[in-house]
């Protein structure tokens, strides 16, 4: 959504061009996830390292997106940051799932679920599955709320004093509306705009930081394979 939106207005591109600007983080995550599948799978790699280096992809690639200048040139490297947070965000989806039912009781397993992904693993929980997947939606509603407040504050803080308060509304509920400003407050607008996106970077870097950690709780001595 950042870099979209990034594209949209500092890039000032029109929606079809923003999209297509997403496509190495699109790209890379599934990749990422067929990879880390038929590493752990194949090669009985323990889950939990393809996580930790996982998230640190996720760290370094959200770092080096929140480095992005600021003015209206889309860096070549942005692809190549998106390509790196992409392949992270996959093998950490695909093998959260993966290694959930190996995590679980036997009391907690589901043997319909079984029968449904005998390809993928010999047992399945229902209940460990459904949960990921609720903590999953409910981070990324979290998530997702904490970087737009972020950006919200920071544009209002720093366009009131060139734009009215009925101007910063419009333009962060209709980011197209940059095109009716004039060539030097236009100028203004992006550059801020761009700061924001890069400060969303940072929180998200946060947040990957914050997945190494969890993951060392996880930790044992004899580390699970599937």
Request: aromatic content about 8%; some cysteine; hydrophobic content about 50%.
């Amino acid at each position: 959504m950042t870099c979209t939106a990034s594209a949209k207005v500092v890039g000032l591109r029109l929606h079809t061009f923003a999209g297509v600007r997403l496509l190495p983080f699109t790209v890379a995550s599934p990749i990422g996830s067929i990879i880390s599948s038929t590493i752990a799978g194949k090669l009985k790699t323990p889950p939990l390292y393809l996580v930790l280096g996982a998230s640190m992809l996720q760290l370094v690639g959200f770092i080096l997106m929140s480095t992005l200048p600021t003015s209206s040139h889309t860096s070549k490297a942005q692809y190549g940051y998106e390509v790196i947070a992409g392949f992270g965000c996959g093998v950490n989806i695909s093998t959260h799932m993966l290694n959930t039912p190996f995590c679980v009781e036997k009391r907690d397993q589901c043997e319909a679920y079984i029968l449904l992904v005998r390809m993928i693993a010999n047992r399945v929980s229902a209940v460990a599955i459904g949960t990921i997947t609720e903590f999953r939606i409910m981070g990324a509603a979290v998530g997702l709320a904490i970087v737009t407040n972020v950006l919200n504050t920071h544009v209002r803080n720093n366009l009131l004093e060139v734009l009215s308060g009925e101007q910063v509304a419009a333009l962060l509920e209709i980011s197209s509306d940059i095109w009716n400003l004039p060539p030097d407050v236009r100028a203004i607008v992006q550059r801020v705009f761009a700061e924001g996106y890069n400060i969303q970077f940072k929180i998200l870097a946060g947040f990957a930081a914050a997945q190494i950690a969890s993951s060392l709780i996880m930790w044992q001595k004899r580390q699970i394979t599937v």
